[in-house]
């Protein structure tokens, strides 16, 4: 497949990374063609490094060469079947350049904007074509976390959505659907939470940020590259989230008016979350989940301890 990239910042690189180790071929645009030029040795370099922890999949020159700079817009939507816009955070911006991804894009094209916050609905209502329009929001930089958003608006197609899945899910990445417009997804709803707290850590005297970030790197980060909270919630004392949720949620809560929020957690909402977590983790098996948690984080240890 064609993949167009249109931006060649740190992640339209990145993404134009994911799609050519993918097999895809990639035309990569910019209007700025310094940063264009620019952006061929940022990608081989970064294939390099990648390389050397046998993270690329193929020759690194076969990967570069899938990669081609597009002279103009025109050229790099031509006979493209997906494309991931990757142009700075403003609705104006990203306005005016769907409109002209919409008018020239083949009409079968999907439409992806790797926008960190904006709705969709607020850049691309008002396009002919808006039903074959969605965000796509990686994490950064993508070709090392997987995961990738699909934010699409009321009015994008189920269709296009299914195609997008299919197309990154073929590509190495793990594609989540976010069943709601909302400013931020989840991804930085969640970074946004965790963010708000700490600036107030510090504000408060409670913490430096050299020991938030401490806290972090060496605590939550790890505990979470492995599993999710509620995962870890369930695997964090006996009687799993349902137990957690009855001994922590009053602490939290209180945490949370602290900050001027009210936002319980109901026991119709720790049911729901309970049900879902209990299908991936059978409460039966949890000294086996346990272990397997700990087999994942001792790998990971083990990683951190090798020299690079």
């Not at 167009?4 to 071929?25: C, D, E, L, T």
């Not at 494309?83 to 409109?99: N, P």
């Not at 993508?142 to 009321?154: F, K, R, S």
């Amino acid at each position: 497949m064609k993949i167009a990239v249109i931006g060649a910042g740190s992640i339209g690189v990145a993404w134009a990374i994911v799609f050519a180790r993918a097999g895809h071929g990639v035309a990569l645009y910019d209007v700025d063609a310094d940063r264009a030029a620019a952006a061929f040795g940022e990608i081989g370099r970064r294939l390099l490094r990648l390389d050397e922890h046998d993270l690329v999949g193929d020759e690194v020159t076969a990967v570069l060469g899938r990669v081609t700079a597009a002279a103009s817009l025109d050229d790099a939507l031509e006979s493209a079947v997906y494309v991931q816009e990757c142009v700075i955070e403003s609705v104006e911006v990203k306005r005016s350049l769907f409109a002209e991804l919409d008018r020239l894009a083949a009409p079968e094209a999907v439409l992806a904007s790797s926008t960190s916050m904006i709705p969709c609905s607020r850049f691309a209502a008002d396009l002919p074509g808006r039903a074959r329009c969605l965000v796509v929001h990686p994490g950064n930089p993508p070709y090392l976390l997987p995961i990738a958003e699909l934010a699409p608006a009321p009015f994008t197609d189920s269709e296009i959505v299914d195609r997008a899945r299919e197309l990154l899910t073929a590509s190495g990445m793990v594609p989540v659907l976010v069943g709601k417009e909302n400013e931020g997804f989840i991804f930085n709803r969640l970074q946004g939470a965790l963010l708000r707290e700490a600036y107030c850590l510090v504000r408060d005297g409670i913490a430096s940020p050299q020991d938030v970030d401490l806290v972090v790197s060496n605590g939550l980060g790890r505990r979470w590259a492995v599993l999710g909270p509620f995962a870890t919630a369930e695997l964090n004392t006996r009687g799993g989230i349902e137990r957690h949720a009855e001994v922590m949620g009053p602490a939290y809560a209180r945490m949370g008016a602290e900050r001027g929020q009210h936002d319980p957690w109901p026991p119709d909402l720790v049911a729901r979350v309970v049900a879902a977590i209990h299908e991936a983790l059978p409460p039966e098996d949890w000294a086996e989940h346990v272990d397997q948690r700990d087999l994942a984080l001792m790998k990971l240890e083990r990683a951190r301890r090798s020299p690079a």
